[in-house]
């Protein structure tokens, strides 16, 4: 299966009272893994997001943790494709530090269409091409 690689290393400001990473920061990561993955892989659909043609929106998201982390800690976001059609695309990520496991996380994104209301979308054929070349890890 292949993985989309997004680095990042832990700032104080990351962190909690207790010193170790709050929760939430994940998701902030899962956030900026898959916009460097539309930046790199789909630019079209950067450009469309920003003229408001296109809207993706969040349907769901949710993070295990199995290790805290900390300031300076170096943590690679891996995410991978589990599934898209039907104007979704739902994500897996990984949490890795120094290749061990600390944390997963999945998300479904719904591609949509903002005239009269919003309307569900086919996932726009840049980004559906690339992610053809993330086939889906088997279910
Ligand atoms: C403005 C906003 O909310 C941006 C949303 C970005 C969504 C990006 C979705 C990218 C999906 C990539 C999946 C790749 C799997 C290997």
Same mark, same amino acid.
């Given at each position: 299966?292949?993985?989309?690689?997004?680095?990042?290393?832990?700032?104080?400001?990351?962190?909690?009272?207790?010193?170790?990473?709050?929760?939430?920061?994940?998701?902030?990561?899962?956030?900026?893994? *898959?916009?460097?993955? &539309?930046?790199?892989?789909?630019?079209? +659909? /950067?450009?469309? $997001?920003?003229?408001?043609?296109?809207?993706?929106?969040?349907?769901?998201?949710?993070?295990?943790?199995?290790?805290?982390?900390?300031?300076?800690?170096?943590?690679?976001?891996?995410?991978?494709?589990?599934?898209?059609?039907?104007?979704?695309?739902?994500?897996?990520?990984?949490?890795? *530090?120094?290749?061990? &496991?600390?944390?997963?996380?999945?998300? +479904? /994104?719904?591609? $949509?269409?903002?005239?009269?209301?919003?309307?569900?979308?086919?996932?726009?054929?840049?980004?559906?091409?690339?992610?053809?070349?993330?086939?889906?890890?088997?279910?």
């Amino acid at each position: 299966m292949r993985t989309y690689r997004y680095h990042h290393v832990v700032t104080f400001d990351e962190t909690n009272l207790v010193g170790n990473v709050y929760f939430a920061q994940y998701l902030h990561w899962q956030g900026h893994c *898959r916009e460097r993955f &539309l930046a790199e892989h789909a630019p079209s +659909v /950067v450009e469309s $997001l920003k003229t408001g043609e296109l809207a993706l929106a969040t349907v769901s998201c949710s993070m295990d943790f199995y290790k805290e982390c900390f300031a300076l800690d170096e943590i690679d976001v891996l995410m991978s494709l589990r599934d898209k059609g039907g104007g979704r695309i739902t994500m897996h990520f990984e949490f890795r *530090r120094d290749g061990e &496991l600390v944390a997963t996380g999945t998300q +479904v /994104v719904a591609c $949509l269409c903002r005239e009269d209301g919003v309307h569900p979308v086919d996932i726009p054929a840049e980004l559906d091409d690339a992610l053809s070349a993330y086939a889906p890890a088997p279910k």
